[in-house]
């Protein structure tokens, strides 16, 4: 049977706003993908995930959507987008896009609509509540950004809901209408020659009819960030509904051959949803969490009840890994110091690399770029401006992409001052600085992903977790006759660990060391170490 094109692909992340300002405004914009494209390929991945660039006023930067089917003037047009699709496709690359279910923007003309009467065509295409008689809000549900996640209006005299920015309106996805003028917009996309789909806070898009306060989750103010941690969300997201819809979306992508979806899944114990979001075959093909992107620390217990979640059992879909993203600080600084930064992030890119599933990379983890700085006055993350100094944000993560590290700017635009500041210690590991170095992050990420792409083991095969020390994490990758041994130590200290008998004469081919020649698995694991060894099968 012909695997299909997703199935162990590696999915390249772009933030359009900081990977490539071509009309020198200080904004990153679809010309700047399409100028990017060839680099992206050369890197070795299978398909790149763009990050909104709808018809938005910004105010979450791109995720409030006030046009499914439009393309914001600041990046650019249909033209440049359809140039993307067939610059891509010719480079062998899928384009996945993102697709924003769960709300809007609170100018986009449903909410307009929706909000001026009661009656209207469109009256209950939002979440619409009368105030309790003392006229507080229907709930007692928190947005995650902080505060009430209800809103006063004055047109209807009623609240609407808004789980994120209460300029972003949540739609009622409960309403067939609704679901019906969303599937409209993923077949435009469809249509338009996208590939696939990376379905935004999935399990935000359907509440509790009833409005049900939710239970406190007895976290004490002195450990949160925000008043949101101080909550179970069992009323205002997460309804048994929303495997429903998903079918009904992949009735949709079933029209389109070779298309691919993959959900995000947030929240303190999202399995449960990730495997209702992909079950039987009959909802979506993929879904990713949270389980590294927010984590202070790569420890070999967590890797390992991660990697226990998915057994490849019948019925259960197909995982994603991210590490780092839009939304996070970069996993190489959360879990690196001073002394073993470049170490780790090739560790953590070996890792990535290794688990049964799709690695998503976010763009410049290949150059292993550190966490950027942002000064509060720079700030422009609503989420870090409004619960300073508390959260990281996510403006460190979203920093100009480093092009070169001679030009102004780093080579990511000719403005005099971009959106976000450059960050200087981004711009010494530039793309041109690393394009001929062989010890390089980027030579090294270019290495490890052809390789990877001749394994069929860490494309397609299982994934047998073997029984270890806490701090080492191993298991064997195994299709047909073939396998492969991954081995890792994630903890400080050296470890005596042997590998399985069949192991025993395996050829080290890739290790988070550069530069070294590969022989045979070692009895003896370095700190923050790890590799991977081939044994054929007869």
């Known amino acids: 049977m012909t695997r299909e094109w997703w199935r162990g692909a590696v999915i390249y992340q772009i933030y359009p706003r900081s ?12 010309k700047g993908i399409l100028k990017g494209l060839d680099y992206v390929a050369s890197l070795g991945v299978d398909g790149i995930w763009i990050s909104p660039f709808f018809t938005s006023p910004m105010k979450d930067f791109g995720y409030d959507v006030a046009d499914y089917c439009g393309i914001d003037p600041s990046f650019g047009d249909f033209d440049d987008f359809d140039a993307i699709i067939e610059r891509s496709h010719a480079l062998g690359l899928k384009v996945i896009i993102d697709q924003v279910y769960s709300h809007t923007s609170d100018e986009h003309a449903w909410f307009e609509e929706s909000r001026q009467s009661r009656t209207n065509a469109k009256a209950d295409w939002y979440v619409w509540a009368d105030p309790k008689p003392d006229g507080s809000p229907p709930s007692n549900w928190q947005s995650v950004f902080g505060g009430s996640a209800w809103e006063w209006d004055g047109p209807r005299k009623q609240y609407y809901l808004h789980n994120f920015l209460k300029s972003q309106p949540d739609l009622n996805v409960h309403s067939p209408d609704v679901q019906n003028a969303l599937l409209d917009a993923a077949r435009f996309w469809l249509d338009r020659g996208v590939d696939g789909f990376r379905l935004d806070a999935l399990n935000f898009s359907m509440h509790d009819p009833e409005l049900r306060d939710n239970p406190p989750s007895g976290a004490p103010l002195e450990t949160v960030t925000r008043p949101f941690d101080m909550q179970i969300k069992r009323f205002n997201q997460s309804h048994d509904d929303i495997p429903a819809f998903i079918e009904r979306i992949r009735g949709v992508i079933d ?11 947030g929240g303190p114990e999202p399995l449960a949803e990730m495997k209702a979001f992909t079950a039987d075959g009959k909802r979506l093909d993929s879904a990713y969490n949270f389980d590294f992107l927010y984590a ?20 259960e879909g197909w995982p994603s890994w991210a590490f780092s993203n839009h939304d996070a600080p970069r996993s190489s600084t959360r879990w690196s110091n001073a002394d073993n930064f470049e170490e ?10 290794s688990l049964r599933g799709n690695p998503i990379i976010y763009q410049g983890e290949e150059l292993a770029l ?23 944000g996510r403006d460190g993560a979203r920093t100009p992409f480093p092009w070169s590290s001679h030009e102004p700017q780093a080579g990511f635009s000719n403005a005099n001052q971009t959106w976000l500041k450059v960050d ?6 530039a793309v041109d600085t690393q394009s001929d170095g062989k010890e390089s992050a980027l030579h090294y990420t270019r290495q490890l992903l052809a390789l990877r792409r001749s394994l069929a083991p860490l494309l397609i095969g299982s994934s047998e977790i073997l029984e270890t020390d806490d701090d080492i994490v191993a298991f064997v990758r195994r299709a047909g006759d073939d396998a492969v041994l ?8 050296t470890l005596s660990w042997s590998p399985p008998v069949e192991f025993c004469d395996a050829q080290l081919v890739a290790s988070e060391a550069i530069g070294e020649e590969h022989g045979r698995v070692l009895r003896e694991m370095a700190p923050k170490s790890g590799y991977w060894a081939v044994k054929k099968g007869s």
Request: include cysteine; charged fraction near 20%; charge should be negative.
């Open 424 to 429: 200087p210690a981004q711009a010494t590991r």
């Open 370 to 392: 550190p966490q950027g700085e942002v000064a509060f006055e720079d700030l422009q993350d609503p989420e870090a401006i409004a619960n300073w100094p508390h959260t990281l």
């Open 19 to 30: 990977f490539r300002d071509t009309n020198a405004d200080g904004i990153g914009d679809l």
């Open 255 to 265: 029209e389109y051959p070779g298309s691919f979806t993959v959900a995000e899944v």
């Open 296 to 315: 202070p620390e790569l420890t070999g217990p967590r890797v390992k009840a991660s990697l226990a979640n998915w057994s490849g059992e019948p019925g």
């Open 486 to 493: 991954c081995a890792f130590n994630l903890g400080d200290r």
């Open 344 to 353: 780790v992030a090739r560790l953590s890119l070996l890792l990535l690399l």
